[in-house]
Structure formats: C-alpha cells, structure tokens
C-alpha cells in the first residue's frame, strides 16, 4: 500500500512539473480540470535554471512528509545551504548564520560582550592559537595568555573549523561565565572566565630611543584606517624621524583599509591587481600626497592577506623594508555578501572571488612574502608576550635598525613611476566589500 502511495505521488509530482513548464512557456495544462490557478510566468531560461535543484526539492517534500519526527524546516534549509559550501572544500567560502552575522558585524565596530581574546586558526594542522588579548579584558586579567593553545569552550572541542562556533560561545550576557581549556607548554589549563564588555584596540604606538616610532596595527577593521593616521601623526608630532609598523599576528581585514594606509605612504601607482576566475584583471591604484618617513614593517606566518597586501606592495615599490619571517601566504578575496535570511533574520555568506598579486605580478596565495631581513623568533620567546618596546625581541631591534639605516645612511628606494589608471570596463570588483577575517575570529 505505501509503495502504491509513493508511486502515486511521484506521478502527481511529475504531473505538476510538467504543468509548470507548460505554463512557463506559456501552455495551459491545467486548463484540463477547468479551473485557472494562479500562475507565474517565468522564462524558459529560468525554468531550466530551477529545474537544476528539483532533486532537493523533492528530498525535502519526501523528508517532510515521512520523516518519523516533524522536522525542523528551518534547520533542514540551512544544512542545505552549509552542504553547498561544503562542496566547494575552500575554508574561506562559508555561510553566516544570524548569530555568526551578527557577531561578525560586532567585530568589526570593536564593542561586545565576551572574554576578550582574538583566535588564529591553523587550517594545515587544525589549530587554533590564541593570538591576542585584549587589555583589561576579563581573559587578561584571568591569566590567560597570547601563544595559549585553545582546545575546548565550555562542551565544545575547538579546532579551525569549529572556531566561529567557539566565538559565538564566548560572548553573551555580562558577569556569566564560560569555562576555557588550554594547554601552555604541555600542560592543560582549564579557566573559568566571566564575560564583560569589550572594547578592542586596533592601534598601539610607542616611541623606541633615537626618536623611532613604533605602531602596532592588530587587525584591519573598525576605525584602523583614522586610528593608524591619527597614530602616526602622534608619533611625527613626538619628533619620530622613522617608523616601524608592527603586522606580526594580524591575519587580515578589509582590503579596503589596506589599501588606505598604504595611500598614506604612496604617490599615485598601481598597489595590487586581481583575476578572477573567468582571467578578469581588476587593478587598484593609490592617489598623490605621501608620507615620506623612512618606513619598515615587522612581518611573521601570522601575517595575512590585508597585512600581505600592505607590506608586501610597498615592499614592491621600494618604500619599505620588512624584517621578520615568511608570511602566511594568502593571497585570495572574499566577498561579504547580506542575504535575505531566514524568517527575516539578517544572515550573510562570505565566498573566494579572485587572487591577487604584486604589480610585478609577484605571487602571495600559498607562498608568502620574503622579508628583506629574515629574523627567526628563538623557540623560548614564542607565544610570549612581550611589551610594545621590549627589545630583547629580536625581531624588534632588528627593524629598530633597519628603520636606523633607511633614515641614517640608506635612502628609502624611489616608488615605483606614477602610471596612468585604466578606465574602468564594468567588470572590475568591488574591492569595499573583500574581507580576510576568516583566518581569525574574536572571543
């Protein structure tokens, strides 16, 4: 008998499709049983566009309407729309959920409620390593530390893939807390830490002896952009003569604001260019008026994307040096992109769209940026935290030197000639709305 019904509402189900079609190209099938429901006419282009996801149509309606308990419709949906980017196996195309939304969007002003640290994740290894805590946040004051291996938040196992999900657990209601375990030199430590408000910092500055500044930029996001001149001008009006700009550990942001500062210290010139998929070439150009201040950067594998952008484009053009070690080596985009959401809550989808290089035509995506001079961090000062102008650093006091040598004796290197922008074709992206945060997340 209930084979009888399957075969039956395969039939009607059949019998429908066929009506629509009929309908889409302007027939009237239905006109059979004398009656006219109400239609839409769609073109056949679009009808065969649809007709590419019948077969998940009709798992859903089968799964509807004999699975053993009423399933939750919303949540089926959603899955769905995971498996999707499941299929294309890149880590940094994903779906946002309303909660990872609407914490991304907290993330990006810099005010929540959490714990107060900032996670790297290691998609090669499946780790994920503290990478900073915030000052005065409840983690800081707790005991926990940068370097911090992060395995478990409150039941969850933590690793690269579960990290947004971790974050999401982190935050909630002020004064609760969540329990945190990690391990530090082998051992495991377990925490127990009240959530509070938090404020990020996106900029840090201090001034090293024989007037150079140092200024730290965490993350390309908020207000980076109005932080990093307002920092420098500080730094200028302190009577800094050179500057070390400190990326180590900043995973990346939006590429809008990396290509904002580096207009700070650019005249007019090509500072990057992308291909899409279809060999589309998209080129990004900075305007007149710089900065002439002899200028390094402290790079390390945590730098990426945006912080690869910045400091490997004027290493390119001369007006920088970078001292440190290889960099993390993504060198791909990501659109961030709203959706409509589900039951009117605001989601959003985050998917690769093009690779980007150097105006050589140097590539970063899996490779990385060379410094020009390479200092290895000793295994004993690795995920130790050091202060702003600790110089028992060894990768600070050799850009103290560099930054030394570019003011004393070593003119900074002459940018690369002012080309004329390309008119644009239409095709170009929009580079507003990339954004790299997927290689971190907050807490």
């Not at 005249?267 to 080129?283: I, P, W």
Request: net charge negative; proline share 3%; hydrophobic share 40%.
């Amino acid at each position: 008998m209930k084979k009888r019904w399957i075969m039956l509402l395969s039939l009607v189900s059949a019998l429908i499709l066929t009506a629509t079609g009929a309908f889409a190209s302007g027939g009237g099938l239905f006109s059979f049983f004398n009656k006219e429901p109400e239609t839409v006419t769609i073109t056949k282009e679009e009808y065969d566009y649809l007709r590419r996801f019948e077969k998940l149509a009709e798992i859903y309606e089968w799964i509807d309407l004999y699975y053993i308990e009423a399933p939750d419709q919303e949540r089926l949906l959603e899955s769905a729309i995971w498996g999707m980017f499941e299929g294309l196996g890149d880590v940094y195309s994903f779906y946002y959920d309303p909660d990872s939304w609407q914490a991304m969007r907290e993330d990006d002003e810099g005010n929540y409620a959490g714990v107060g640290i900032q996670m790297l994740g290691n998609y090669n290894d499946n780790t994920v390593t503290i990478q900073r805590v915030f000052k005065n946040s409840p983690a800081e004051k707790i005991g926990i530390r940068k370097g911090d291996l992060l395995i478990r938040v409150d039941d969850l196992t933590v690793n690269a893939e579960t990290m947004s999900e971790a974050a999401n657990l982190m935050r909630g209601k002020e004064a609760d807390t969540v329990e945190l375990e990690v391990v530090r030199r082998g051992e495991n430590i377990v925490f127990t830490v009240p959530r509070a408000q938090i404020n990020v910092n996106w900029i840090e500055t201090t001034m090293l002896e024989d007037q150079v500044g140092l200024l730290t930029l965490y993350e390309f996001s908020g207000d980076c952009v109005e932080g990093f001149a307002n920092g420098l001008k500080e730094l200028e009006d302190a009577g800094a003569t050179a500057l070390i700009v400190d990326l180590r550990d900043n995973g990346g942001g939006w590429v809008e604001d990396a290509k904002q500062i580096a207009d700070i210290f650019l005249d007019r010139q090509m500072l990057f260019y992308s291909e899409d998929r279809y060999g589309e070439r998209s080129e990004e150009y900075t305007t007149d008026g710089k900065d002439d201040i002899p200028l390094v950067f402290l790079v390390n594998e945590g730098s990426a994307s945006s912080s690869e952008i910045l400091a490997g484009s004027l290493q390119d053009a001369g007006r920088a040096k970078l001292v440190g070690t290889q960099t993390y080596g993504k060198g791909i985009m990501q659109y961030v992109i709203p959706l409509s959401g589900l039951n009117g809550r605001d989601d959003g989808m985050q998917v690769t769209c093009a690779q980007y290089f150097m105006p050589s035509g140097k590539k970063v995506h899996k490779i990385g940026i060379t410094p020009d001079v390479v200092v290895e961090m000793p295994e004993e000062l690795v995920g130790e935290y050091l202060e702003l102008d600790d110089m028992t650093d060894p990768q600070l006091a050799a850009a103290w030197e560099a930054a030394l040598q570019l003011r004393d004796d070593i003119p900074v290197a002459a940018a690369a000639p002012s080309v004329e922008e390309p008119e644009t074709t239409g095709a170009e992206l929009d580079f507003a709305a990339f954004e790299d945060q997927i290689v971190w997340t907050i807490g």
